[in-house]
């Protein structure tokens, strides 16, 4: 399922992510008060923000972690806050969850519900770390209440990112309602960049439920706004999905010439040095190896499949997706014999 927090982990988060949505066009802590200290801090924060939403995520956390520790000799708790939680999910979307849960207890000490930047951006983080311990109704319920908190102070870039995060963990059977409503938030407020994401997501949950025609869509239009933004990654995430969706529907010849586009693509992006490019090679090779064996030729189409498990290890999926790692195997090891 490719939902973007990371890739193709579910809930990307891939691409959680999610694409980078830290909350864009999103005011920080500091931007509400007047002084020149204040307003560098919140420069500062903003510049670390972007570098977050550009997948740099090593040094958008190095930049959270020199803020937090300025902000804390200042005596600036709330910008403390924010980029003490936001180290927190830049080590958290690094696959390095231990490191974060310090930062994230330290920003627990000084959050307040009363400094609504700070508040929210603390339970968008909260929520995030009960979801990688695995308890989905805790984050639920976490996401819930930032939506209604970012709702009600006007903070609506961190609802969105709220619901974004519901349609994830939520309940299977209010997943689509959530997807919606965050979607119809973001449209409101004209939030290009969670549009991709959003539409991303909704077209998965319906790929999910077997509705296809819906799927094929929303993922469509996941495409349009992705294409409407630089970055080369969404943009192949994009034409995966669409391309996978075609091959479910049965669509084989139309799907393989989306896929091996991507699949061109992605290879010339890791001969540019980008190193998310991998993952990608290897999703799109499976696909590829898949389209093969609905044609009837296992015979090519199995080791495609092989040499793709290589690539997603490489990329790292065993740690980030145990789960459809094992499926992957499993489907392999069942076509080999």
């Known amino acids: 399922m490719v939902k973007l927090m990371t ?6 988060l891939v691409l959680g992510i999610a694409l980078g949505c830290s909350g864009e066009n999103e005011t920080s802590a500091t931007e509400s008060v007047g002084t020149t200290r204040e307003k560098s801090m919140a420069t500062r924060i903003a510049e670390a923000d972007q570098a977050f939403r550009n997948r740099q995520y090593s040094e ?8 937090a520790e300025s902000a804390e000799a200042e005596g600036n708790d709330v910008a403390f806050v924010e980029a003490a939680a936001m180290r927190a999910r830049s080590y958290l979307i690094e696959g390095d969850a231990e490191s974060g849960r310090p930062w994230l207890a330290r920003a627990e000490e000084k959050a307040d519900t ?21 308890d989905e109704e ?61 539409w991303n997501n909704l077209g998965w949950d319906y790929v999910d439920a077997g ?19 630089t970055a080369e990654i969404p943009k192949l ?4 999905s669409v391309a996978h969706v075609l091959r479910l529907k049965g669509e084989l010849e139309e799907s393989r010439t989306a ?58 999926m065993p740690a980030w997706d145990a ?11 069942e076509l080999e014999r």
């Open 237 to 240: 995430i994009a034409d995966y």
């Open 138 to 198: 805790t984050a639920t319920k976490t996401f819930l209440e930032m939506f209604e908190y970012c709702s009600a102070h006007g903070l609506y870039d961190r609802a969105v990112d709220a619901a974004h995060m519901i349609a994830i963990t939520g309940d299977p059977s209010e997943k689509l309602e959530w997807a919606r409503r965050g979607i119809e938030m973001a449209e409101k407020g004209n939030m290009i960049g969670w549009l991709g994401p959003l």
């Open 323 to 333: 789960s459809d790692w094992e499926k992957r195997n499993a489907r392999v090891e």
């Open 60 to 67: 958008a956390g190095r930049m959270f972690e020199e803020i």
């Open 7 to 12: 890739g193709i982990v579910a809930g990307v």
């Open 211 to 229: 509705q296809y025609d819906d799927a094929i869509e929303a993922l469509r239009n996941a495409r349009d706004y992705h294409y409407m933004g």
């Open 259 to 316: 896929m091996t586009d991507v699949f061109e693509r992605a290879q010339e992006l890791r001969e540019g040095g980008n190193p998310d490019a991998v993952e990608w090679i290897g999703f799109s090779r499976w696909e590829l190896g898949e389209l093969a064996i609905a044609e009837g030729d296992a015979a090519d189409g199995v080791p495609m499949m092989r040499e793709a498990l290589g690539e997603l290890e490489q990329a790292g």
């Open 114 to 134: 009363t400094a609504a930047a700070g508040w929210s951006r603390y339970l968008g983080v909260r929520g995030r770390f009960e979801r990688e311990n695995g």
